[in-house]
Nanobody, 126 residues
């Protein structure tokens, strides 16, 4: 079992930045590929970014490419999402997810992940 706790959400003006963190506990963090997803009110949860267990393979949704950066620190059991040039349409609850995987790259499908955090709210005002 892996426990995931997100932090770093908040209210920011359009054009601003936030850094989300996801702290993992319970198992060997470096065995897990990690992802960030988001869900806006009335919408389905969608892929944002993911990173392989070693951190060398990253994948991004087209909507955030060039503005968001995912990274991880295996020594700190933490994955990050740096969000720059935020837009009102980035407003959502952001979730961290994990799947045990040391064989493939960064995963994009919501159904591939086994563990989820409770989420952290990001609100971008115009």
């Amino acid at each position: 079992q892996v426990q995931l706790v997100e932090s770093g959400g908040g209210l920011v003006q359009a054009g601003g930045s936030l850094r989300l963190s996801c702290a993992a506990s319970g198992r060997t963090f470096s065995n897990y590929a990690m992802g960030w997803f988001r869900q806006a009110p009335g919408k389905e949860r969608e892929f944002v970014a993911s990173i392989s267990w070693h951190g060398f393979i990253r994948s991004y949704a087209d909507a955030v490419k060039g503005r968001f950066t995912i990274s991880r620190d295996n020594a700190k059991n933490t994955v990050y999402l740096q969000m720059n040039r935020l837009k009102p349409e980035d407003t959502a609850n952001y979730y961290c997810a994990a799947v045990e995987d040391r064989t493939s790259g960064a995963r994009r499908a919501l159904t591939e992940y086994d563990y989820w955090g409770q989420g952290t709210q990001v609100t971008v005002s115009s």
